[in-house]
C-alpha cells in the first residue's frame, strides 16, 4: 500500500478536518487564536481553512447529488496533508451537450508541507492537484469535453504559482478574482494522469 492516498471527506473525517492547518499567517502569529483573522497576514488563506474545517464537509454532502460535489483528503502515512473540493457547474438534469465544466472550489495542503516534497517525493501541491484530476476523470467519459475553472484573489501567489505551474492560466476576471482554467485533457497530461488505466489505483476505491 502507498504512503500517500487520497479518499472522499465523511463526517468520519470531521475532526481530523477540524484541526487542518493550512494558513501561514496563523501558524506564523500562533499566540493570536487560530479561529480569529483579524491581522492575518494571509486572510485567504484564513478563510480556506475556516472552510475546511468548518463547512466542507456539511456542504460537499448538500451538493453532492444536484452538482456532484466532491470533497477529497490527501495522506501520507495517514496524516491528512492536503484537502479540495471540485464540483460541476452543470445541475443534474442539464443537457452539456458533451461540454462540461468543473470548479476547482477549495484546495490546501496542511501548512508544514506547504512548497515541500511528501514521503514519497513528490511535491504535495502536486499529489492533491493529481488527486483532483484523477477524481474529476472518474466523473466524465474520455469523450467529453471538460473545462475546469478556479478562481483566485490576485494577491494569492502561492495558489496562483501552483495552478500556472501545472498548467492553468488566466482567462478572466470574476469579480475581486481571477478566473484560471484548464482543460481536463491538458491537465492529465501534466500531472500524469491516464485516462485508460485504474485511476482509482492509489486511493480507496469509490463507493
Not at 454532502?61 to 492536503?82: F, H, I
Not at 482567462?171 to 481571477?178: A, D, E, F
Amino acid at each position: 500500500m502507498e504512503s500517500v492516498s487520497w479518499s472522499r471527506g465523511t463526517w468520519a473525517d470531521e475532526a481530523e478536518l477540524h484541526a487542518f492547518d493550512c494558513c501561514p499567517g496563523c501558524r506564523a502569529q500562533a499566540a493570536r487564536h487560530p479561529t480569529d483573522p483579524t491581522g492575518c497576514e494571509t486572510a485567504w488563506a484564513h478563510e480556506v481553512q475556516t472552510y475546511f474545517q468548518d463547512k466542507a464537509i456539511s456542504q460537499a454532502q448538500a451538493g453532492s447529488l444536484p452538482y456532484d460535489q466532491r470533497l477529497l483528503l490527501l495522506r501520507d502515512t495517514e496524516e491528512l496533508v492536503g484537502a479540495a473540493v471540485h464540483y460541476s457547474e452543470e445541475g443534474s438534469g442539464d443537457d452539456s451537450g458533451g461540454f462540461f465544466e468543473r470548479r476547482l472550489a477549495a484546495y490546501a495542503t496542511a501548512s508544514h508541507v506547504q512548497g515541500g516534497k511528501l514521503s514519497t517525493g513528490e511535491y504535495a501541491s502536486k499529489a492533491l492537484l493529481r488527486a483532483v484530476i484523477s477524481d474529476i476523470t472518474s466523473r466524465y467519459s474520455p469523450q467529453n469535453t471538460v473545462l475546469i475553472t478556479g478562481l483566485v484573489l490576485p494577491m494569492n501567489r502561492p495558489s496562483r504559482t501552483c495552478l500556472e505551474r501545472y498548467g492553468w492560466s488566466i482567462v478572466s476576471q470574476q469579480g475581486r478574482y481571477l478566473v484560471y482554467a484548464n482543460s481536463l485533457q491538458a491537465a492529465q497530461e501534466v500531472l500524469d494522469v491516464d485516462p485508460s488505466v485504474d485511476i482509482d489505483a492509489f486511493h480507496e476505491p469509490r463507493a
